[in-house]
């Protein structure tokens, strides 16, 4: 079983960059299509971004498309999200999630992934 951490949440003002980091013990990351979600107050949890095993392939939801930028390091174990423009409406809980690639669903699907991190808070100010 997989256990994901993620870091690098806090706070900045808007127009600032950040970079989280989703770190797995328990096993590797390696096989694993990796996602990043957000979930603000009152709101639902929603897509980020994705990145397949191999790094080849990305996705982004339109809301972060030309800002946010993810990265994955399979030898360090680590998955990284880096966010540049930040806007107030960033604002959320950033969570990171692996999937095994089993139930082939799009990556956009929370129903997709089999691991979950529990989050750090990103908070921009304007």
């Known amino acids: 079983q997989v256990q994901l951490v993620e870091s690098g949440g806090g706070l900045v003002q808007a127009g600032g960059s950040l970079r989280l980091s989703c770190a797995a013990s328990?096993?590797?990351?390696?096989?694993?299509?990796m996602g990043w979600f957000r979930q603000a107050p009152g709101k639902e949890r929603e897509f980020v971004g994705s990145i397949s095993w191999s790094g080849g392939n990305t996705y982004y939801a339109d809301s972060v498309k030309g800002r946010f930028i993810i990265s994955r390091d399979n030898a360090k174990n680590t998955v990284y999200l880096q966010m540049n423009s930040l806007k107030p409406e960033d604002t959320a809980v950033y969570y990171c999630?692996?999937?095994?690639?089993?139930?082939?669903?799009?990556?956009?699907?929370?129903?997709?992934?089999?691991?979950w991190g529990q989050g750090t808070q990103v908070t921009v100010s304007s």
């Open positions: 328990g096993g590797t990351l390696t096989s694993y299509r």
């Open positions: 999630a692996a999937d095994r690639g089993v139930r082939y669903r799009p990556s956009w699907d929370l129903h997709a992934y089999d691991y």
